[in-house]
């Protein structure tokens, strides 16, 4: 069965490519970052928990001081508009087959069997897709480019250089949310809310919980890491467990209300600085600003959704 652990280990060997690259150059902070998160990808499950913690602290300590990715010129601007007139519309095949094919495995992955088995794991059908959409991708961009598979580790490492280590914030602060909700911080929230707000209405919690989504993922930078803290706080006990809501609902439009804070915090720093730093912008906070009318209004409307549709199942 095709799972978790399979992309996994599809996704380390990209890093590890990466990490080699990098060492080739003599990149060695780059290539000791890359390679703690390859080897965290592809032997994590294996590795103790005090091993994988160590490789994180490290990969936190080289980030701190600088990674130093080797510097790689890409193809110059008159070869990329001679391949760009040669493929005409061709050129957007690639990337228009990952939706596509995303799609269909969704679709249709369910219904393959091997042996009487699934083919892929149930609950990760859409990211197994994925996963086979982005090769399939692959394999259609190098003969349509005259790349090889050399020239497509190597972009790839120039685009997550210039991402750097940010492009981890993601999964780091889905993991600090798990810790939080194991230690505790859900209920000292859920404590220090109904202290000081009357949770007699449904409404009322509706409303505490869809900010504080938005409030914690502007200070942890992702709405992964805030829901397990206010679902396990505010949601589950009071909108679920007291006023008996649906956590379906509850849980799709909490997670937008997370992400509307996602597009206010430069906590976010992959969306909202790293773009602001690639295209050069003088004004880091630029693509906040631009954002953040349309965060507002989106809280709203999730809000008020919510409160409609929570508590009619």
Sequence with gaps: MIGLETLYVLTGIMFAAFTASHARHRAW?????????ALLLL?????SDLASGALVLGMV???AIGLRPAKEAPSSSVARTVSANRLGNRLFLPALAIPAITLAGTLFLPLAKFHGAPLADPRQTTLVALAAAAMISLSIALPLLRASAATAAQEGRRLMDAVGWAALLPQMLAGLGGIFAAAGVGKVVAGLAT??????????AVLVYCLGMALFTMIMGNAFAAFPVMTAGIGLPLIVGKFGGDPAVMSALGMLSGFCGTLLTPMAANFNIVPAAVLELHDRNAVIKVQAPTAIVLFLANTCLMAVFVYHR
Excluded: C, E, V
Excluded at 29 to 34: E, I
């Design 29 to 37: 902070r780059s290539a000791s970052f890359w390679g703690a998160f």
């Design 43 to 47: 032997a994590g499950s294996w590795l």
């Design 61 to 63: 300590a080289l980030a």
């Design 195 to 204: 202290s000081h707000i009357p949770m007699t209405l449904p409404s009322s």
